[in-house]
């Protein structure tokens, strides 16, 4: 099986690496371009990836098309790869905001396409991905679609309408979390800590508790409790972030993200 991305952004570059790391398929085997010959002649030289031409020319060898470019440019490029999409071939779009409905008017209503929203975290192998089909993408080749997703992290399966939640609190919460940490890092170097281990131990202390969570198979609120004793240092801690408004703060981020988003605001 042959992915080929078209565009090599910092989102197509995450996925890359986390099927590199997964061993997905060989590395010769995923094919790029992009706008700027040097840099993804040089990306795909550092990787052992192969470099194509053109945009056609990647839709032409690979099995899974990749749509990795901003949605200013995604019409321009469906166009030049058109000719090359067939039904034998799934076409995966990243790009934000831009339907299935408009996918398919673009390119061929006969074509299976998966609309997907990867986060960053993907490189890691640690990716949330949200996936929709269309009506012509499954069976075995919906499953090997997913797959490429499943291989560097997590995916949900939802309806197009919850997308811009889950971009919410999945692709943008990765830097309002990374916020978080840098929060409780600075409030380290307060009291003493330098700043690489005030960070070091904010971020370990994250993920153990992201992972504890969802191993125990608890809710965050039940774990919190598990935490604060009563008369405790934690629950002053905790009501004193209710009492500065954290929660209305968190609120007010997702709620103003959506809305850019959707543009709404």
Known sequence: MKIGFIGVGSMAQAIIQGLLKAEFVPA?????????????????SQYGLTPQ???????????????????????????EIRGELSVKKTLISLVSGISLDRLEELTDYNLPILRSLPNINSEFGQGMTAVCANENLKGDRKAQAISMYAATGNVAELEESQF????????????????????????????????????????????????????????????????????????????????????PAVIKGIDATIAKSTGSN
Do not use: C, W
């Not at 371009?33 to 040097?38: E, K, V």
């Open 53 to 79: 031409e053109s945009n056609a020319a990647v839709a032409k060898e690979s099995d899974l098309v990749v749509l990795a470019v901003v949605p200013a440019i995604a019409a321009d490029v469906l166009a």
């Open 164 to 247: 811009s939640v889950f971009s919410a609190i999945s692709g943008s919460a990765v830097a309002y979390v990374d916020f978080f940490i840098d929060s409780l890092s600075r409030a380290g170097v307060k009291y003493g800590f330098t700043k690489q281990q005030a960070t070091q131990i904010a971020a370990q202390t994250t993920l153990g508790s992201a992972q504890s969570l969802m191993a125990s198979k608890k809710s965050p609120a039940e774990m919190i409790d598990k935490v604060s004793s009563p008369g405790g240092d934690t629950i002053a801690g905790i009501l004193a972030m209710e009492e500065a408004g954290f929660l």
């Open 28 to 44: 010769q085997d995923i094919l790029v371009h992009s706008a700027h010959r040097d840099h993804y002649e040089k990306y795909a």
